[in-house]
């Protein structure tokens, strides 16, 4: 028998989270944001249950060029561009949307020698400064894009740094406001511009997390309420039990010490999995239907559950360690961590299967 652990991936989560994207930017179009392997889930696996998205937005040309073997025809935007000069021919050859953030790229697109002009999104640092032009310039190199025979179009693009939080999106919004580039199409608004300020909508929204179920906050009790619905179960079975008594030491470290007579499962994942080596005692899981907690150090290939809240559970119990009862920003908070990286460290030797 395979070793118990396995991660289920639900196609009809994912049409189900567009929809509801949809429902909350109106008449703004969608840029399924599929980078980093589909956040872990495999592109090859999600991307036709995104098929009613108008385009996809990622990051590895390769990923790109999958897509369009594969038969989409609709938009591709590369969020970070290109990287070389030579990449504008596949950008070309493909017909890519690619993020222009540098002279050094609007000055490569001009001497390139392409078939058709291509469409670029002109990225304004509003103030995240990692890319983009500032603002004092920015309405000069639009001149200068629009002036470049290799541009069929020029759209907006900037990032909010802080719209998951109380900070908000007002002071980079109002850059924005500031340029009064009316002219141009823009896309604004990330995973949490598009669920908490709808006035960054614009023609186009890159929503990214909630398309997999998870909270752009880290914090699940912030989008509860959503209607969004988990795309990845990790799950596993209670391999050994143990009947422990008072004063026994759990786990590396010796970091947990059984403070009564305990029941105890060992369970079948650790962090050579993706399951975050640093959860504490405390963080969540689900045994047999029942939430109980983690007890001491996460090993590389197991982990400590305690069984009291669950006195039925048994070797062969089944666990959830994130999913569909157990949401992964839970798990995640625990942590100190996000939803989105443990969805993204998923290991390889995880078998997966699509439900």
Same mark, same amino acid.
């Given at each position: 028998? &395979?070793? &118990?652990?396995?991660?289920? !991936?639900?196609?009809?989560?994912?049409?189900?989270?567009?929809?509801?994207?949809?429902?909350? $930017?109106?008449?703004?179009?969608?840029?399924?944001? $599929?980078?980093?392997?589909?956040?872990? #889930?495999?592109?090859?696996? *999600?991307?036709?249950?995104?098929?009613? @998205?108008?385009?996809?937005?990622?990051?590895?040309?390769?990923?790109? /060029?999958?897509?369009?073997?594969?038969?989409?025809?609709? &938009?591709?935007?590369?969020?970070?561009?290109?990287?070389?000069?030579?990449?504008?021919?596949?950008?070309?050859?493909?017909?890519? =949307?690619?993020?222009?953030?540098?002279?050094?790229?609007?000055?490569?697109?001009?001497?390139?020698?392409?078939?058709?002009?291509?469409?670029?999104?002109?990225?304004?640092?509003?103030?995240?400064?990692?890319?983009?032009?500032?603002?004092?310039?920015?309405?000069?190199?639009?001149?200068?894009?629009?002036? !470049?025979?290799?541009?069929?179009?020029? =759209?907006?693009? =900037? #990032?909010?740094?802080?719209?998951?939080?109380?900070?908000?999106?007002?002071?980079?919004?109002?850059?924005?406001?500031?340029?009064?580039?009316?002219?141009?199409?823009?896309?604004?608004?990330?995973?949490?511009?598009?669920?908490?300020?709808?006035?960054? #909508?614009?023609?186009?929204?890159?929503?990214?997390?909630?398309?997999?179920?998870?909270?752009?906050?880290?914090?699940?009790?912030?989008?509860?309420?959503?209607?969004?619905?988990? @795309?990845?179960?990790?799950?596993?079975? *209670?391999?050994?039990?143990?009947?422990?008594?008072?004063?026994?030491?759990?786990?590396?470290?010796?970091?947990?010490?059984?403070?009564? !007579?305990?029941?105890?499962?060992?369970?079948?994942?650790?962090?050579?999995?993706?399951?975050?080596? #640093?959860?504490?005692?405390?963080?969540?899981? /689900?045994?047999?239907?029942?939430? =109980?907690?983690?007890?001491?150090?996460?090993?590389?290939?197991?982990?400590?559950?305690?069984?009291?809240?669950? &006195?039925?559970?048994?070797?062969?119990?089944?666990?959830?360690?994130?999913?569909?009862?157990?949401?992964?920003?839970?798990?995640?908070?625990?942590?100190?961590?996000?939803?989105?990286?443990?969805?993204?460290?998923?290991?390889?030797?995880?078998?997966? /299967?699509?439900?």
């Amino acid at each position: 028998m &395979p070793r &118990p652990i396995l991660a289920t !991936i639900h196609l009809d989560a994912f049409s189900h989270n567009l929809a509801v994207i949809r429902q909350k $930017v109106g008449n703004s179009k969608v840029w399924s944001v $599929v980078k980093a392997n589909a956040y872990g #889930h495999g592109l090859d696996r *999600i991307w036709q249950s995104l098929m009613q @998205t108008d385009g996809f937005a990622l990051l590895d040309m390769n990923e790109a /060029i999958y897509l369009r073997e594969q038969g989409w025809r609709g &938009p591709i935007l590369l969020l970070e561009g290109f990287f070389k000069p030579s990449d504008l021919q596949i950008i070309n050859e493909y017909g890519l =949307t690619s993020a222009v953030h540098s002279y050094w790229q609007l000055e490569a697109i001009e001497n390139a020698k392409l078939d058709n002009p291509i469409d670029i999104y002109l990225k304004l640092n509003s103030g995240m400064n990692r890319l983009g032009f500032t603002p004092e310039v920015y309405p000069q190199v639009v001149s200068m894009a629009k002036e !470049i025979k290799n541009i069929k179009s020029v =759209t907006l693009m =900037t #990032h909010f740094a802080n719209s998951d939080n109380k900070v908000g999106v007002d002071g980079q919004f109002a850059v924005v406001e500031r340029l009064r580039m009316n002219t141009l199409s823009h896309c604004l608004a990330n995973s949490g511009a598009v669920l908490w300020h709808p006035k960054t #909508h614009g023609d186009w929204t890159r929503p990214g997390i909630i398309l997999y179920g998870a909270s752009p906050s880290g914090k699940w009790r912030d989008i509860e309420s959503v209607g969004l619905k988990s @795309t990845m179960t990790l799950q596993s079975e *209670i391999i050994a039990v143990h009947e422990l008594p008072r004063g026994e030491k759990i786990g590396y470290g010796s970091r947990y010490m059984t403070q009564k !007579i305990m029941r105890v499962g060992t369970i079948a994942c650790g962090y050579a999995d993706g399951y975050p080596r #640093h959860a504490p005692t405390g963080t969540p899981v /689900i045994v047999d239907g029942i939430r =109980t907690q983690l007890l001491g150090s996460i090993s590389m290939d197991m982990m400590t559950v305690d069984l009291t809240p669950c &006195p039925q559970a048994k070797v062969g119990s089944l666990v959830e360690l994130w999913g569909q009862k157990l949401p992964v920003d839970e798990v995640a908070e625990s942590a100190g961590t996000i939803g989105y990286e443990l969805l993204c460290a998923l290991a390889k030797r995880v078998p997966v /299967i699509v439900d």
